[in-house]
């Protein structure tokens, strides 16, 4: 008998049996959601069926092309003008005339304007919305528009979370919710973190605000059932304060004072972004909203005095480097200040652009600083649209609104386990002086993989060694750069050092040597402090064009430290530029292995409540469900496993949603095994839906194939 594994929509009280995985990670399947070039995906991949876009998203279809057809009850206007020309609208300017265009790595996942696929009008959305990728940076672009319109606010808060009442299991792609990268076998349990952004609000109606959510890309996402969902309030209430910057960033609004609010002019040049469990937001992060405004913040934050015009220097010329399509075609070394002027963030995207002239590049780089603490807390109003949606590349089709029109793993880097690295410590005194030399050196060859929807592979790989401390050295040590300041959460800071750049597939023969002098408490030392590595990517379209850029990733990610006697490297053995990706073999075996598993399953009792007490498992009516022989011909039954009283309704649908056989409906379950066969000789064969619903808000599905 072959088991399925189910989408859940609630949480579940006790783990569920061992899936049925796919035999290899995700694959490219060659969708694309530009109506002029749509494809359905390939042969290697039939259980995705692609859902066929005829919505021009960068072309409108009023006023000469600059506004999209809109039924909204709200709004109540024939149509709404794209987000790239409301040239009135201050949280936004920066993309005017700038659209996001299929051919720069655009695709569309959802969207809701009140038409339908065919162009039919359908019940009015009140807040219109529309939602972008972007598969060569890895961002998630979020469009909203409020119609409904009750008080005065000055912010509004977008948040992407798992729908932990639509599945069992999650992914790693919002592994990237901290500046501070989280390998894939570190993936946290349970869903009560969120990603949001903070994005300023004009209180009218047909005002579009938004919000970009960096992706991380998860091999697995393909191999089970996952959902995420979108939530949009209108802030009442907030005090979110970011420290350690010159400038500084206050926002303080609230309805009854509107005159209240404050923002600093880094607020107005970026995105703020942050992880937030419950009202609490923390870990500052940064979407710059142009190139421009992104070199005129990251220089304005540069608090070291040790090298800052030189990293000044680096920082404008790698923002006029990326301008140019030619951008990173030579490599890495071609252009020797990208190391430095990367220093000042943890995390960057940027390239990938399409110009066929020597004009500028429009682009706006997704940067994560977190150089930055942010803490505060917000209060926010009923919401306004809480979208849901398949994450894409999983496997599950449930409906026509959940399923999104690029269904392909996002994200574009994925860091499979967390390096560990050696250290080596000897000091000694001589005089008033005293001297400690500390050696590093990276045990194995780094695990990664690139996905394969990004269209993109490595063309150069660097990484170097980052230890924090606890004290500014002036001069930095020799062979070593100061990448900044870490503010901690009792007011000191912790300051980073980073060492030369080196060939990824050179690492495992390398030795860094951090030599200290004159300092008596050993304020760089890994026994006590956190040691990183930091990545520089340089990526390139697999399919070359003279006219599309590379893609510049830039990431941080922890290290395990083993401390040792010695560490012994045979300097001479040959290495590679490039470490090699994993096999598909051994990425599927970290996909079907137990701390994977464990690691994206939604866990009721893990979640902790406001007060920091564990929350109450929510009680579900069924456990499993099942459908055998699977594919059917004539007959099918439903086998489920039920742990309470209650009662459920079952039934099947075809890929588009539409109901079309009832198998139960609200009849009585008792603890126990449950069967129902029912007959599938009306049906015409294909591919169908069986969803399971339960009086207390349980919803489960599984695949039934029928055949003839």
Request: overall charge neutral.
């Amino acid at each position: 008998m072959k088991k399925f594994l189910p989408t859940v929509v609630g949480l579940l009280a006790i783990a569920l049996a061992q899936p049925c995985f796919a035999q290899t990670p995700c694959d490219e399947k060659g969708i694309l959601t530009d109506p002029g070039t749509w494809k359905r995906p390939v042969a290697r991949n039939p259980e995705y069926p692609a859902r066929l876009n005829s919505f021009n998203w960068y072309v409108g279809q009023q006023n000469n092309a600059m506004a999209w057809n809109l039924n909204s009850v709200a709004i109540n206007e024939p149509n709404i003008q794209m987000p790239w020309w409301q040239t009135d609208n201050a949280q936004i300017t920066h993309l005017q005339g700038k659209l996001d265009y299929p051919k720069d790595g655009w695709e569309l996942m959802k969207r809701d304007l009140g038409y339908d696929d065919a162009g039919n009008p359908v019940t009015g959305t009140r807040n219109p919305y529309v939602i972008l990728y972007n598969k060569r940076t890895g961002m998630l672009r979020v469009f909203t528009a409020i119609g409904d319109l009750f008080g005065s606010f000055q912010f509004a808060e977008i948040k992407l979370l798992f729908n932990s009442n639509g599945s069992i299991r999650k992914s790693a792609v919002l592994n990237r919710m901290q500046g501070i990268g989280t390998a894939l076998l570190d993936t946290p349990p349970g869903s009560t973190e969120m990603f949001a952004s903070i994005a300023p609000f004009l209180n009218y109606k047909s005002k579009w605000f938004m919000a970009d959510f960096p992706m991380e890309y998860d091999p697995c996402v393909c191999q089970f059932d996952s959902k995420l969902k979108i939530e949009v309030r209108l802030i009442t209430q907030a005090d979110v304060r970011e420290t350690s910057k010159t400038t500084g960033t206050l926002v303080t609004t609230n309805v009854s004072n509107p005159s209240a609010t404050q923002t600093s002019s880094d607020f107005d040049q970026a995105f703020s972004m942050g992880k937030k469990i419950y009202s609490n937001f923390s870990a500052g992060q940064k979407t710059y909203k142009s190139l421009d405004g992104w070199a005129s913040g990251v220089k304005s934050h540069l608090d070291i005095t040790a090298g800052t015009n030189n990293k000044k220097a680096a920082i404008d010329a790698l923002k006029n480097a990326m301008k140019n399509s030619g951008f990173l075609k030579a490599g890495l070394n071609s252009l020797p200040y990208i190391g430095l002027a990367v220093s000042a963030f943890d995390a960057f995207f940027g390239g990938g652009k399409e110009e066929s002239g020597p004009q500028p590049v429009a682009l706006q780089p997704m940067t994560i600083e977190m150089n930055t603490l942010t803490t505060g807390t917000i209060t926010t109003y009923s919401p306004y649209i809480n979208p849901t949606f398949n994450t894409p590349g999983t496997r599950t089709i449930t409906t026509a609104l959940d399923y999104p029109y690029y269904n392909e793993a996002m994200g574009v880097f994925s860091l499979i386990k967390k390096p560990v690295v050696e250290v080596h410590s000897t000091s000694g005194a001589n005089g008033t002086n005293f001297d400690r030399v500390t050696e590093y050196h990276v045990v194995e060859n780094l695990q990664y993989v690139i996905n394969p929807a990004s269209g993109l592979e490595v063309q150069d790989f660097q990484v170097a060694i980052m230890q924090t401390g606890t004290q500014p050295l002036d001069p930095a040590p020799v062979d070593w750069e100061y990448e900044g300041m870490v503010p901690q959460a009792d007011g000191t800071k912790k300051y980073l050092l980073r060492s030369g750049y080196v060939d990824s597939g050179c690492l495992p023969n390398q030795v860094f040597t951090l030599d200290l002098a004159d300092i008596r408490q050993f304020p760089y030392s890994p026994t006590t402090q956190p040691v990183y590595l930091k990545f520089m990517l340089n990526l390139r379209p697999r399919v070359p064009s003279p006219t599309t850029q590379n893609v510049l990733v830039v990431l941080k990610y922890p290290v395990t430290v083993q401390q040792v006697t010695s560490i012994t490297v045979d300097g001479t053995a040959p290495c590679l530029a490039v470490q090699p990706q994993m096999t598909t073999a051994d990425v599927q075996a970290v996909c079907t292995g137990s701390i994977y598993q464990a690691a994206v399953t939604l866990r009721p009792g893990a979640v902790s409540t406001a007060h920091g007490a564990p929350a109450a498992p929510v009680a579900q009516l069924v456990q499993d469900v099942q459908l055998y022989p699977n594919p059917a011909a004539s007959v099918a039954t439903l086998r489920f496993a039920g742990i309470a009283d209650g009662r459920v309704t079952a039934y099947l649908t075809d890929v588009v949603g539409r109901r079309t056989a009832t198998i139960l409906q609200d009849q009585t379950v008792v603890p126990g095994i449950q069967e129902k066969t029912f007959s599938t000789t009306g049906l015409a064969p294909g591919l169908y839906q069986c969803v399971l619903e339960s009086s207390t808000g349980a919803r489960l599905t599984s695949r039934l194939s029928i055949v003839r």
